[in-house]
């Protein structure tokens, strides 16, 4: 087939056919199909269909171009006029990953514009959408235009997921989540993609998390997600690079939604700032702005955000997009009148040394006490989770706080972490960045 394909030609039995017996779909095919999927003319059962199809036979790089393209253009596609370059990270999700709260109102700082859109927490992880919920007042569905004039002004927002950006993408994760067919490479990378180039970015860093608490649990599986994304970005026009980190222990020693904020918080003042969540989103923030022109290099980069961190001006745009998006002026200096407190707190203390974590159980144990959801349709308690986390090698006698609803759900809880813990031997520290690639 070549050229352009009418509708009125457009048979999508004959794509799903030729897919399914393992052949290459042309571009204009491959537009058509998604031109169809938006528009409600490709069924339910053929999107299924085609969605199980690539999942068994593949998609070679130019068809993942094409169907990111597509995707991409399915929809509002935002064109920015601003004196600095447009950024923007994904990471594939983890425990006590509230980087991106750090991360956007960093890059801004140093002339970056961030337009984060976010999602809600997906299996066990935590999504970033679900912990700004926890600020009271604070808008994450803002539409488009109110979404752009906040990130001209202040330099980043981050909301949720909006129906105008890649709605053939929101159509087909739908059926991919009901079919089996979410855990495909090629569709993944799609997805992710199109909703990026939708945001109308020029640079893109992704963090690929693999460990315990990721959905990659093995490195050659994030390092083949790593590859795959930033290839496809290349042929879709847009610049990007990617870090495979750790996820084999919790990012931050808080998990959960305002204690999360509450930790991004005190790391963008100063407050508290460890030292692995902070060489992740250092990394990750010093990726964009090279990225971005911003900086010539990342050594360059490093010495831009720790100014920006130090005279306080991270801090300051992270309160103003706060505030411009309807949440408390002074969140920055009383986060404890505004962020929901937990009415039970307690500390659970182990002697010994912590040997290894089972991450994913503590992402599982936030949902066991209502900080993520069991059904779709569920509502999140904002101020349940755990904070002071161990991490492997800690020895000091607390595995963490458990922030609970009432004392059965506290009781629950300590027991999850204590599962959750081994103790033993030290075990040897393992970089938080594993790799680059791009
Ligand atoms: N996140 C996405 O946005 N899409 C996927 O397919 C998987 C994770």
Known sequence: MSGG???????PQETIRRKRDGQALEPAEIAAFVAGLTAGRVGEGQAAAFAMAVFFRGLTLPERVALTRAMTGSGSVLRWDLPGPILDKHSTGGIGDTVSLALAPMVAACGGY????SGRGLGHTGGTLDKLAGIPGYDVAPGLDRFQAVVAEVGCAVIGQTADLAPADRRLYAIRDVT?????LDLITASILSKKLAAGL?????DVKVGSGAFMTEMAAARALAESIVAVAAGAGLRTTALVTDMDAPLASAAGNAVEVRYALDYLTGRRREARFHAVTRALCAEMLVAGGLSPDVAAADERLEAALASGRAAEVFARMVAALGGPADLLDAPDRHLPGAPVIRPVRQAGTVAAVDTRALGLAVIGLGGGRRRAEDGIDARVGFTDLARPGDAHGLLGHVHAADDAAADRAEAALRAAYRMGAAPRERPCVLERIG
């Open 180 to 184: 089996g067919t979410v855990e495909s």
């Open 5 to 11: 394909m009418s509708g009125a030609d457009f048979l």
């Open 202 to 206: 020029r640079g893109l860093v992704m």
């Open 114 to 117: 961030v337009p984060m859109i």
